[in-house]
Nanobody, 120 residues
Framework: QVQLVESGGGLVQPGGSLRLSCAAS????????MGWYRQAPGKQREWVAT???????NYADSVKGRFTISTDNAKNTVYLQMNSLKPEDTAVYCC??????????????WGQGTQVTVSA
């Protein structure tokens, strides 16, 4: 099985930056895709960004130009660099990975979520 452990959330002022990390561990054979989602109070869960094993990236329109997703393949870790943060970015951010684990078919795995709060 696979575990995703997130870190980097916190409180930041508007215009500030945060860097989220999500490390995958366990009986990993290969990781196909990693991404980030967020859910703000009173809102549905929103897809934020995705990166594939080949390095292709996609972003939600709401974060394009401000957020950057990247990976360190040697560490099985995905990052989300968040710049020019706005109050509307406040949400619980969750890491997702589509992984083939040893002895299992490919499946989605989720991290525990980390709170990002943007306020003056």
């Amino acid at each position: 099985q696979v575990q995703l452990v997130e870190s980097g959330g916190g409180l930041v002022q508007p215009g500030g930056s945060l860097r989220l990390s999500c490390a995958a561990s366990g009986s990993i054979f290969s990781i196909y895709t990693m991404g980030w989602y967020r859910q703000a109070p009173g809102k549905q869960r929103e897809w934020v960004a995705t990166i594939t094993s080949g390095g292709s990236t996609n972003y939600a329109d709401s974060v394009k130009g401000r957020f950057t997703i990247s990976t360190d393949n040697a560490k099985n870790t995905v990052y989300l660099q968040m710049n020019s943060l706005k109050p509307e970015d406040t949400a619980v951010y969750c890491c997702n990975a589509y992984v083939r684990a040893r002895g299992h078919p490919p499946d989605d795995y989720w991290g525990q979520g980390t709170q990002v709060t943007v306020s003056a």
